[in-house]
């Protein structure tokens, strides 16, 4: 049981940078993977970025290796999405997401069948 909430989305320009937060309610947040997911009008949701229970592995999507870092603390119920050199192809509803299940890699992480998520924060990245 966890509800979560996004927030940092705005507007920015291409190749800037902005970090998006994602709060858990409840005392039992590492006991969740964490996922942000994102959506276009007419695109499914497509998986982002994915991290284990204690950080001890990270998941990324092509499109963003080497420009988006997932991040977690337990302690503070808090997922981070950092992006960096953003793209007008990011602009995107992103939505966080948890699940109690394990999953040991990218195949399970990728999948948008997690247990709880949030309501989603619009990032928009003009030229």
């Known amino acids: 049981q966890v509800q979560l909430v996004e927030s940092g989305g705005g507007a920015v320009q291409a190749g800037g940078s902005m970090i998006l937060s994602c709060t858990g309610s409840?005392?039992?947040?590492?006991?969740?993977?964490l996922a942000w997911f994102r959506q276009t009008p007419g695109k499914e949701r497509e998986f982002v970025a994915g991290?284990?229970?204690?950080?001890?592995?990270?998941y990324y999507t092509d499109t963003v290796k080497g420009r988006f870092t997932i991040s977690r603390d337990n302690r503070q119920n808090t997922l981070w999405l950092q992006m960096n050199s953003l793209r007008p192809e990011d602009t995107a509803v992103y939505y966080c997401?948890?699940?109690?299940?394990?999953?040991?890699?990218?195949?399970?992480?990728?999948?948008?069948?997690?247990?709880?998520w949030g309501q989603g924060t619009q990032v928009t990245v003009s030229s």
């Open positions: 991290i284990s229970f204690e950080s001890e592995a990270t």
């Open positions: 997401a948890a699940d109690a299940a394990y999953c040991p890699d990218y195949e399970c992480y990728k999948r948008p069948t997690y247990d709880y």
């Open positions: 409840g005392r039992t947040f590492h006991s969740y993977r």
